[in-house]
Each structure stands twice: as structure tokens, then as C-alpha cells.
T-cell receptor
Framework: GAVVSQHPSWVICKSGTSVKIECRSL??????MFWYRQFPKQSLMLMAT?????????EQGVEKDKFLINHASLTLSTLTVTSAHPEDSSFYIC????????????FGPGTRLTVL | GDSVTQMEGPVTLSEEAFLTINCTYT??????LFWYVQYPGEGLQLLLK?????DKGSNKGFEATYRKETTSFHLEKGSVQVSDSAVYFC????????????FGKGTRLSVIA
């Protein structure tokens, strides 16, 4: 149980276009999902906390107008990278918390974004 | 603020060697502690966890003990295999509830036959 999926697993896009990444909790409801970004050979950097039915909370330095997060249901959160540029190329990982499981988070497999 | 410090890699070991990856943390209160593993091209998988002092987490031959007195959560395995080659992340969750994890920088392990 407690599986999180992400779609797509990888995407290549042209500079200036927008890309949407989906994060789904497949067998549980997640009131909170987190979006992380991972640069090559580095750790995960928290971008934002996504709460179902409310606005996301962004970390300092993360542009909320560039990285749009929507958490429309208890099983789906989306991250849209708007007007993508090459510096947005990265590995984006979502996670979801399972209430009552000692803060354990379940991670999606990640989405590799390459902006040309 | 809360932070996690883990030994820098890369770590290269021969098969069947003993592994230790050091991890120390700074946190207020009583965090939960985790080790995650990331295989090449994949997302993170929970390897083991401990939620209170003196707890020992274990999985797949890996172990780590929550040491409050030394604020440490070192990862150990008695005999590594080539398939253990991956990046290992130490992390903490600062408090109860839906809070994001604080990660260390990760340690890349390469096991050679």
C-alpha cells in the first residue's frame, strides 16, 4: 500500500512552454503533498507544501507564479512549470503524507524535466 | 533551524565490506528519523526509520539506531552487495503532523565486485 505515482516520468519541452506534472496517491488519501526539486548529485530541496482545497505554501525563493501548484482532490496534486527555461531543467519529486504513520512520507518516482 | 548533516561521498567499497554512513541532526523537540535510498534514475524509497530515542530501524540488512545523546542516526550494513549501490539520504521530520522532511545532502555508495 501507500503508492504515489507521477506523470510523466520524463518530459522534454521547448523554452517558453508550460509543463504540467501530476502526483497521485493511488491507494490512500493525502491531505498534504510536498513538491521537491533535485539538482544533479544534490539533495532534495523543498519547493512547496500543497494542501487539498487551499493555496500552496511556497518556500522562500520559489516563485509561486512560475511553479503553479493545484491540489484539487485528496489524491491529486499538480505542479505546472510555466514559461519554462533551461535553468528549470531538474528532477521534480512529489511526496504524500499518510496520517497516523509517524510522519512517514511516500515519494513518487520523480519527473525529469529537460527544457531545450 | 532543523538540519541534517551526513558524511560526504562518494563511498566506494568492495562487495561484502562493512558500511557505515554517518548522520547527525539538529532539531528542537523529538524528531522522527529516516534513511531513504535512491537508485539511479528513480525516486526515493524509504529504507528504515526510527521515531524515538534508542529505537533501531532495520531493513534489508541495514540498521540505524536513534541516539539522542549524540544526535546521530548512523546507517550500517555488515556486508554490502553490488545491488546496494545508490544514493542514501538521511532525513528528519521535525514534529507530528504533515510536515516536510529535512534532508541531508546524500551519500553516494558504489559497491564493486
Amino acid at each position: 500500500g501507500a503508492v504515489v505515482s507521477q506523470h510523466p516520468s520524463w518530459v522534454i519541452c521547448k523554452s517558453g512552454t508550460s509543463v504540467k506534472i501530476e502526483c497521485r496517491s493511488l491507494d490512500f488519501q493525502a491531505t498534504t503533498m510536498f513538491w521537491y526539486r533535485q539538482f544533479p548529485k544534490q539533495s532534495l530541496m523543498l519547493m512547496a507544501t500543497s494542501n487539498e482545497g487551499s493555496k500552496a505554501t511556497y518556500e522562500q525563493g520559489v516563485e509561486k507564479d512560475k511553479f503553479l501548484i493545484n491540489h484539487a482532490s485528496l489524491t491529486l496534486s499538480t505542479l505546472t512549470v510555466t514559461s519554462a527555461h533551461p535553468e528549470d531543467s531538474s528532477f521534480y519529486i512529489c511526496s504524500a503524507s499518510l496520517s497516523g504513520k509517524n510522519n512517514e512520507q511516500f515519494f513518487g518516482p520523480g519527473t525529469r524535466l529537460t527544457v531545450l | 533551524g532543523d538540519s541534517v548533516t551526513q558524511m560526504e561521498g562518494p563511498v566506494t567499497l568492495s562487495e561484502e565490506a562493512f558500511l557505515t554512513i554517518n548522520c547527525t541532526y539538529t532539531a528542537t523537540g523529538y524528531p522522527s528519523l529516516f534513511w531513504y535510498v535512491q537508485y539511479p534514475g528513480e525516486g526515493l524509497q524509504l529504507l528504515l526509520k526510527a521515531t524515538k530515542a534508542d529505537d533501531k530501524g532495520s531493513n534489508k540488512g541495514f540498521e540505524a539506531t536513534y541516539r539522542k545523546e549524540t544526535t546521530s542516526f548512523h546507517l550500517e550494513k555488515g556486508s554490502v552487495q553490488v545491488s546496494d549501490s545508490a544514493v542514501y539520504f538521511c532525513a528528519l521530520s521535525p514534529r507530528e503532523g504533515n510536515t516536510p522532511l529535512v534532508f541531508g545532502k546524500g551519500t553516494r555508495l558504489s559497491v564493486i565486485a
